[in-house]
């Protein structure tokens, strides 16, 4: 078990900026989770799949948010013209008990 | 909407005393899991408990589900400065699409003073 592992785990951007994310599961598990948190709140689900399926999208994941999961195994989340309001750090989860460290994004 | 109220927001003790984090809905959850986070770090599962009226202990730390499965707390046991970090609890319900998603409280801000 190597846990749920994050890339980057910090990125500063300019508002406008398009980032990406990617997350690599636990390898066996096939559902995969995306929460934001933001600074002084819990985690907030944004998007579920099960294997390379988007089954659930969360009101918060508005269309500059885009999150693919090919061949059911990494994930990548991706924000398009970032704004300063998408500043949070940004968790995948494979179960409840299996979180990744988390990517902190800053948009300047 | 579910939500999870969490109490106090923040709590600062001295080594060697003991508190409790309540977590407490209006809403019925299937499980009720507990987490500590440290900063800059994802939440690590601390313990789940499922059935109403259910205690589990994990060394210092006792958590308990109410009757009904709609509030929890967590009490630890003289306190240590690795007990310092954030708690959070979050409920989880199944969704229409079948996955399990957890509805998380702000979390309790706990700093423990040698």
């Known amino acids: 078990d190597t846990g749920v592992s994050q890339n980057p785990r910090h990125k500063i951007t300019k508002r406008g900026q398009n980032v990406t994310f990617r997350c690599d599961p636990i390898?066996?598990?096939?559902?995969l989770y995306w929460y934001r948190q933001t600074l002084g709140q819990g985690p907030e689900f944004l998007t579920y799949?099960?294997?390379?399926?988007?089954?659930?999208k969360s009101r918060l994941l508005s269309d500059r948010f885009s999150a693919e999961r090919p061949k059911g195994s990494f994930s990548t989340l991706e924000i398009q013209r970032t704004e300063q309001g998408d500043s949070a750090m940004y968790l995948c989860?494979?179960?409840?008990?299996?979180f990744g460290p988390g990517t902190r994004l800053l948009v300047l | 909407t579910q939500l999870l109220e969490q109490s106090p927001q923040f709590l600062s003790i001295q080594e060697g005393e003991n508190l409790t984090v309540y977590c407490n809905s209006s809403?019925?959850?299937?499980?009720l899991q507990w987490y500590r986070q440290e900063p800059g770090e994802g939440p690590v599962l601390l313990v789940t408990?499922?059935?109403?009226?259910e205690v589990k202990k994990l060394k210092r730390l006792t958590f308990q589900f109410g009757d009904a499965r709609k509030d929890s707390s967590l009490h630890i046991t003289a306190a240590q400065p690795g007990d310092t970090g954030l708690y959070l609890c979050a409920g989880a319900h199944t969704s229409g699409a079948g996955s399990y998603q957890l509805t998380f409280g702000k979390g309790t801000k706990l700093s423990v003073i040698p």
């Open positions: 408990v499922v059935t109403g009226g």
């Open positions: 390898s066996e598990h096939n559902r």
């Open positions: 989860a494979s179960t409840l008990s299996h």
């Open positions: 799949f099960q294997n390379e399926a988007q089954l659930e």
């Open positions: 809403s019925v959850f299937s499980s």
